[in-house]
């Protein structure tokens, strides 16, 4: 089974936590420590939150300038609401706006900065009606 940790920089680990427990995520404390938050979004996605001294130990040269995007991080969610609500929630919890909601084709999506600048888009992949025959 392979898993996927994300690393991403942060100011303050005690921040991110409130933030991202806000959210309804829950963490996943063998692997966290004062300076790393260890973000679980399921059972094999991992966030690693590190402050800025611990993850520089883990590049080469710099961190990004913050007001640069190097990644966008894409989760799913179940539906448009479980989308609205956790934008809804990352605002209320410190995360700033990002791009507007949109649906598009299957797909419904929403987006926030959380407090350290990092992009986090939502997505709900919808059910497409079966196309007309001859189509």
């Known amino acids: 089974m392979r898993m996927i940790f994300v690393n991403l920089p942060v100011r303050d680990v005690t921040r991110s936590r409130e933030f991202f427990g ?6 996943n404390e ?16 991992h966030v690693m939150l590190l402050e800025e001294e611990p993850f520089k130990g883990f590049i080469n040269g710099e961190i990004a300038d913050p007001g640069t995007t190097e990644v966008l991080t894409c989760i799913t969610a179940d539906s448009p609401d479980e989308v609205d609500s956790l934008v809804t929630r990352a605002l209320a919890a410190g995360g700033r706006p990002w791009k507007p909601t949109f649906s598009e084709g299957p797909m419904y999506g929403g987006s926030f900065q959380d407090p350290d600048g990092h992009v986090w888009e939502l997505m709900a992949l919808l059910p497409q009606a079966d ?5």
Do not use: H, K, M, Q
């Not at 806000?22 to 963490?27: E, I, M, Q, R, W």
């Not at 196309?131 to 189509?135: D, H, K, N, S, V």
């Open 22 to 27: 806000a959210l309804g995520f829950d963490f």
């Open 30 to 45: 063998e692997y966290s420590s004062e300076d790393v938050l260890c973000v679980r979004v399921d059972e094999n996605i």
């Open 131 to 135: 196309e007309p025959a001859g189509a």
